[in-house]
């Protein structure tokens, strides 16, 4: 993943370099990058060391369990939304 966030890092630069000149491109270059630290990198490691989970995720409730791939379930019960 951090090749392709440099991938996609030099691209800006260059792009932006091209286009606003090296000193405009630098400064939007470093703010996308940090902005790819966050997401990549920040927010899954305080959401591990918070124990959250991310938005949306139900744990176990989930209804692509291996007791629904062997079968425990009817037809109906795998069409019926999970509680909530």
């Given at each position: 993943?951090?090749?392709?966030?440099?991938?996609?890092?030099?691209?800006v630069?260059?792009?932006s370099?091209?286009?606003?000149g090296?000193?405009?491109?630098a400064?939007?270059?470093?703010?996308?990058?940090?902005?790819?630290?966050w997401?990549?990198?920040?927010?899954?490691?305080?959401?591990?060391?918070?124990g959250s989970?991310?938005?949306?995720?139900?744990?176990t409730s989930?209804?692509?369990?291996?007791?629904?791939?062997?079968g425990a379930?009817s037809?109906?019960e795998?069409r019926?939304?999970?509680?909530?």
């Amino acid at each position: 993943m951090a090749f392709l966030a440099l991938a996609m890092l030099g691209a800006v630069f260059l792009i932006s370099a091209v286009m606003f000149g090296s000193v405009t491109a630098a400064v939007a270059t470093f703010g996308i990058g940090v902005l790819f630290a966050w997401f990549w990198y920040g927010q899954p490691l305080r959401r591990l060391r918070h124990g959250s989970s991310p938005k949306g995720s139900r744990g176990t409730s989930s209804p692509y369990t291996p007791e629904c791939a062997a079968g425990a379930f009817s037809e109906d019960e795998m069409r019926r939304p999970p509680p909530r």
